[in-house]
């Protein structure tokens, strides 16, 4: 073997994707019951995009971005995550003209350069849902809804909702200053990471798995402190609202996501015992990311879910699902000329909609058959020199072996009353 896919990606076989097909129809069904439209963003978008937006400090953007010049010399980027581009798409496309707030969602391939372990790609999928335009909190508690209506209805059990807010533009920087101030005083016992973070993100150093971090986050000043009154009255009216609607989160103060592009609620969702390795949706709200990218202020929130991380939790919970409709019709020949005639067959079967696989090359009855079998088939039709002659064919029920000889002509209705 010369090449296998590279690090961190992989193939998705046949055989997963009954698993992908039931996750991308309770996306759309989602989407249609909460109104939320499909957007489709390119692949790569130019690098300052997701610099500006995602955050020049980010680990995403200083060591994950899959940044490449392209032969007139500009720099694009990989999309590294899926909120950027819809937002840049909204500004583009003039969405600000339409009936506020938009309300759109994706399903695309996402890119970072992290190191691979199980949940962890270079290369996954996410579907994410994004609301534009309006600041309400109950807009809030819409998207929260959602993500836990979609893990509901794609049978996960034991999940764990947190939620935090980490404030805006004009009660944060206090709340960073008192933090930087605790930190500051346990500089010393910080990991080396951490050190780091300590001038550049301060925020992120509540995330820090390490032992002697945690602790020093454990008496951390909180951001709910430092939230000023508006902020304070939109988590309040937030909270409110989740409980009207029974959603059974719990504030976690070290909640701060890993893009500096959020403001107020943050919130993510997670197997019950599971890290932060496992958190399987994401989001918050980021109001000032619109007007960043060069629009007028605009309020906006959302959030993305990793299908690989969702097939995981559905296989670690055993979770059945439905299997991929197998090929109608296996059609079986013996001879040249049945063949011949099974190549016709096989296309008249076609346009009148029925599925039909057909035998290739000159095997045995027994071999074709048996691959009818494993094809999964539910019925084959059997054609050979005599049945050629008299105009008919032979149906054969893959289940019970039982068989009867028809009018070719009467093939297609037959197939078509059995399959209804
Ligand atoms: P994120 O938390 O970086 O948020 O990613 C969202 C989800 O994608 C994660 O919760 C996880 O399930 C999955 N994910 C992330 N990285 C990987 C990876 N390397 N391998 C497998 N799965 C992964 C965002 O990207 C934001 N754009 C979410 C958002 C939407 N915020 C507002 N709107």
Not at 92 to 106: D, F
Not at 202 to 229: E, G
Not at 372 to 380: K, V
Request: with cysteine.
């Amino acid at each position: 073997m010369l090449y296998r896919a590279p690090r961190g990606t992989s193939d998705i076989l046949p055989k997963e994707q009954a698993y992908w097909r039931y996750i991308e129809q309770k996306v759309a069904e989602i989407a249609r019951l909460y109104g939320y439209e499909r957007l489709d963003a390119p692949v790569f978008e130019d690098t300052g995009l997701f610099a500006r937006s995602v955050g020049e400090d980010t680990d995403i953007v200083t060591k994950e971005m899959y940044t490449f010049e392209d032969r007139s010399g500009s720099s694009l980027t990989l999309r590294p995550e899926g909120t950027a581009p819809v937002c840049r798409a909204y500004l583009e496309h003039g969405l600000y003209n339409l009936p506020q707030p938009v309300r759109l969602y994706y399903i695309a391939s996402i890119f970072r350069y992290e190191r691979p372990q199980a949940g962890r790609y270079r290369q996954h999928y996410q579907f994410g849902y994004e609301a534009i335009g309006d600041d309400d909190p109950a807009l809030d508690a819409e998207i929260i809804d959602m993500a836990w209506q979609f893990l509901l209805s794609v049978k996960l059990r034991s999940l764990s909702l947190q939620l935090n807010s980490i404030g805006c533009q004009k009660c944060r920087p206090k709340y960073v200053a008192a933090l930087k101030a605790h930190y500051a005083k346990h500089a010393n016992d910080l990991c080396p990471e951490c050190k780091t973070r300590l001038g550049r993100n301060p925020l992120r150093l509540l995330d820090c798995k390490k032992p002697s971090c945690r602790q020093i986050a454990n008496s951390a000043p909180k951001s709910i402190d430092y939230l000023c009154h508006e902020c304070d009255e939109h988590f309040n009216r937030l909270k409110g609202y989740l409980k009207i609607l029974s959603l059974p989160y719990a504030v976690n103060h070290h909640l701060v996501r890993g893009l500096d592009y959020y403001t107020r609620t943050v919130f993510e969702i997670q197997p019950e015992g599971g890290g932060t390795q496992s958190t399987i949706v994401g989001g918050g709200r980021y109001d000032d990311l619109i007007g960043e990218l060069g629009g007028k202020p605009t309020p906006a929130i959302g959030f993305a879910a990793g299908i690989e991380r969702i097939i995981l939790n559905l296989k670690k919970q055993n979770v059945a699902v439905p299997p991929l409709p197998k090929p109608q019709v296996f059609i079986a020949y013996l001879g040249e000329e049945a063949k011949e005639g099974a190549l016709k067959l096989a296309s008249s079967l076609r346009q009148t909609g029925i599925g039909v696989t057909k035998a290739l090359g000159s095997k045995s009855l027994k071999a074709q058959l048996r691959q009818a079998n494993s094809l999964g088939a539910a019925y084959a039709v059997i054609i050979g020199e005599q049945e050629l002659k008299a105009g008919t064919v032979i149906l054969r029920d893959m289940s019970s072996a039982e068989q009867e000889t028809i009018p070719a002509r009467e093939l297609a209705g037959r197939l078509a009353s059995l399959h209804s």
